[in-house]
């Protein structure tokens, strides 16, 4: 299917302004990193996420779901297809006895569902106020920080399936475990999501929130583009205290460059390309495999062709 055919079909669904040809993923990433998707799409209402689930599946045409961009490497080359950024919104609270619950669209940014929470005295969701994502995203990855992780709070989850249906899944069904979960096994796209959560205290909620924000300002290079931590935390060891014990900090090739401040971070220093940042990655697999003999996995993913 041709470029303006794909384009006349999006504009029947979709307002024009949500929809961008030859976008610079670069503007849409954390890393502030990435070369042209063929087609940036912006669906904020389930029916714009089905016409493009049936477009690109009628035309076979490459998918690609994002949220927030902050947990991805986009490659320079870009992205063929549709990139289509979840922008589903709502926050509604519904308080029980006990436990408030909490509806939440796919595309609320996690600091924002974490200020509402703390105006109703609603606990529980403090570790996730400094996450960059949005709920979607987090969903996928089981964003976790300080103890806590979305797989403590989710009581179910809305989600579409490839064909356009919608879904409802449990906490269980989610398949939740250490950044993952069965959304990184089966193409499913998150649209909302309910949470449980209990009451709390507004200045103990306040405290806990000031306290994590203070902890990754004194220990994460957040002045900089980053994609978070680069590597998984190990079975049995620390991912970032190994990159540091064999000398990696301020590793750099270009612009990418082993954060000096933690060492599980990649940072972009100015003009690093998705390629520096790879080469980076291989050193420090290589470097650790070498020096300890431990394989160290990804947490960050990469979309596009690489
Ligand atoms: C400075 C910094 C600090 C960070 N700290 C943490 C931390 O403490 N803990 C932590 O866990 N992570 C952390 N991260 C990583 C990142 O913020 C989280 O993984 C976040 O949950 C990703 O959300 P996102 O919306 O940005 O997802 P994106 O990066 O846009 O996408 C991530 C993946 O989720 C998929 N996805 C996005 N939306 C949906 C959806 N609606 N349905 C289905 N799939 C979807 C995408 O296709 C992609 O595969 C940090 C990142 C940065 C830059």
Redesign the pocket.
Same mark, same amino acid.
């Given at each position: 299917m041709e470029k303006n055919q794909i384009y006349d079909f999006l504009l029947k669904e979709l307002p024009k302004e949500q929809i961008k040809i030859d976008e610079l993923m670069k503007y849409h990433t =954390?890393f502030k990193i990435g070369g042209i998707a063929d087609f940036y799409v912006i669906a904020k209402k389930v029916s714009q996420i089905q016409a493009v689930l049936r477009l690109t599946k009628e035309y076979k045409i490459p998918l @690609?779901?994002? &949220? =927030? $961009? #902050? =947990?991805?490497l986009v490659s320079d080359k870009g992205i063929r297809g549709i990139v289509l950024k979840?922008a589903i919104e709502g926050l509604e609270i519904r308080k029980g006895k006990d436990y408030a619950y909490i509806t939440v669209g796919?595309g609320e940014p996690l600091g924002k569902v974490s200020y509402s929470l703390l105006k109703e005295e609603i606990a529980g969701f403090e570790f996730a106020s &400094?996450?960059? &994502? @949005?709920m &979607? $995203?987090?969903i %996928?990855?089981n964003? $976790?920080?300080y103890g806590g992780e979305m797989k403590d709070c989710v009581l179910s989850i809305t989600c579409l399936t490839r064909d356009g249906n919608l879904k409802e899944l449990s906490n269980n069904e989610c398949n939740f475990s250490y %950044?993952h979960s069965i959304?990184c096994e089966q193409p499913?796209?998150?649209i909302k999501t309910e949470l449980k959560l209990p009451y709390g205290n507004k200045e103990e909620i306040q405290a806990k929130i000031d306290e994590y924000a203070q902890s990754r300002k004194e220990k994460?290079p957040?002045q900089y583009p #980053?994609? $978070? #931590?680069t590597f998984k935390r190990g079975s049995d060891f620390i991912t970032a205290k190994l990159i540091d014990e064999c000398g990696l900090k301020g590793y750099s090739i270009g612009d990418a460059q082993v954060s000096t401040m933690h060492a599980g971070f990649i940072i972009n220093k100015g003009n690093a390309t998705a390629s520096d940042i790879i080469s980076v990655i291989n050193a420090v697999k290589q470097k650790v495999l070498e020096q300890t003999g431990k394989q160290i996995e990804l947490e960050i993913?990469l979309l596009g062709e690489f």
């Open positions: =954390n @690609t779901i994002l &949220g =927030n $961009g #902050s =947990n991805v979840i796919a &400094g996450i960059p &994502g @949005t &979607g $995203g987090a %996928r990855m964003a $976790g920080a %950044r959304f499913l796209i998150v994460q957040l #980053s994609a $978070g #931590s993913e």
